[in-house]
């Protein structure tokens, strides 16, 4: 049985003519953006804006190609994204708008208007039906359930909880109101390796919720306030906190994969989505810094299954020769997996298994090269 359809554009440019802004055209013409909106349908354009000191977030350039193409189509496009669980540049509207302009997404250089989906706090929510493992229901952000359709523009990286973040990750994270994210990260407990602990206080600093204290020169986790989030594990710089990829994080992906299906449960075939292989960092967007790339950029992929093109980003990345001079760890030749040379522990295609068993879309797929 064939799989998705799955089309794909390379990173090489060799004239002007076939520049990767007019490459990126020729794909969203080929996968056919009409079949996803209509005449003065409201288009939730999905996208990460990036954390503050971070460099490797979207082009803008590619946003406002795309918002370009739905104009074209008399659809009224808006950009988009939620609040963080976390308290950094991204934690309320305000903020958030203020990053998202000075990373250069305005409605000057992009043409479209920005709608943080969950409101001001990140409250703005309702409740959607799934059939899940772990979820009944689950909270999507207002904002992308009054959106007619979206187009979900996704960065492909790593990440140090789940082994990677793709399309699954952008609707579900991405698309969740705060509560919704703590539904999320809820079953996170992370753990201080006690013979790596300095005692410098970097957790502590990024701990949104006070819920670590230093004992005896000791790092101490309170289970019981911890919300989960993982920042204590990025902050710090020893490795001295971890995350049971074993367990943690299986259910963090398997939770993911349920959020993503009710954040596209009210849009069947009212949905598009672009994964850029490009700029492929280790580590999560919302981190406030970009590491070196694991692999060199690949080019951009775009489906209508946010499954398939997430195996096949997947896929591609494992095909390049790793980069000696970064973070991975091993998997360095062609045909090796990356993000597991990235981050050994993780099984990151917990959430591509568990969001095909619900639903959610097809691992299988057929490319189409432009």
């Known amino acids: 049985m064939a799989g998705s359809k799955v089309f794909f554009t390379g ?19 080929e996968v056919e953006l009409n079949r996803i909106t209509k005449k003065g349908d409201f288009v939730a354009v999905k996208l990460h804006f990036g954390e503050r000191g971070l460099t490797t977030y ?13 104009y074209g189509l008399k659809a009224k496009p808006f950009l988009t994204d939620t609040n963080t669980l976390y308290v950094e540049a991204r934690h309320n509207a305000v903020d958030h708008l203020r990053i998202a302009m000075l990373h250069g997404f305005s409605y000057a250089t992009i043409g479209a208007p920005i709608i943080i989906a969950d409101g001001l706090k990140g409250h703005s929510s309702r409740e959607v039906s799934v059939s899940g493992k772990h979820f009944q229901s689950v909270k999507i952000a207002e904002g992308i359930l009054d959106a007619d359709s979206m187009v979900v523009l996704t ?23 705060r509560a919704g994210k703590h539904m999320m990260h809820a079953s996170i407990s992370p753990e201080v390796i006690i013979n ?7 957790c502590l600093e990024h701990c949104p919720v006070q819920c670590i204290s230093l004992q ?13 989030c993982g920042e204590c594990v990025t902050a710090c710089p020893h490795n001295a906190i971890r995350i049971n990829g074993s367990s ?3 259910l963090l992906q398997e939770k ?11 849009k069947k075939d009212k949905v598009c989505f672009f994964n850029f292989l490009m700029d492929i960092t280790p580590h999560c967007d919302c981190h406030s810094w970009s590491d070196s790339f694991i692999v060199p950029d690949i080019g951009i992929l775009a489906s209508f299954d946010p499954v398939a093109i ?5 896929d591609l990345i494992n095909r390049q020769q790793g980069i000696f001079d970064s973070k991975l760890k091993g998997n360095f030749s062609p045909g090796e997996d990356k993000f597991h040379g990235v981050y050994p522990g993780l099984d990151y295609t917990v959430q591509l298994r568990h969001a095909e068993e619900i639903g959610l879309g097809n691992r299988s797929y057929e490319i189409f090269e432009i």
């Open 256 to 266: 993911m994969a349920e959020f993503a299906l009710g954040a596209v449960q009210d």
């Open 248 to 250: 943690d994080g299986v």
């Open 310 to 314: 997430d195996q096949a980003s997947i």
């Open 11 to 29: 990173r090489r440019a060799t004239s002007p003519r076939k520049s990767l802004q007019v490459k990126l055209e020729k794909l969203i013409d």
């Open 58 to 70: 979207l082009n803008p350039v590619f946003v406002r190609t795309v918002v370009d193409k739905l």
């Open 155 to 177: 960065h492909v990286k790593g990440h140090n909880i789940v082994g990677m973040g793709g399309a699954i990750k952008n609707l579900s994270m991405g698309c969740s109101s």
């Open 196 to 202: 790596r602990c300095k005692g410098d206080g970097a």
């Open 216 to 228: 005896e020169g000791t790092a101490f986790i309170r289970d019981d306030l911890c919300i989960g």
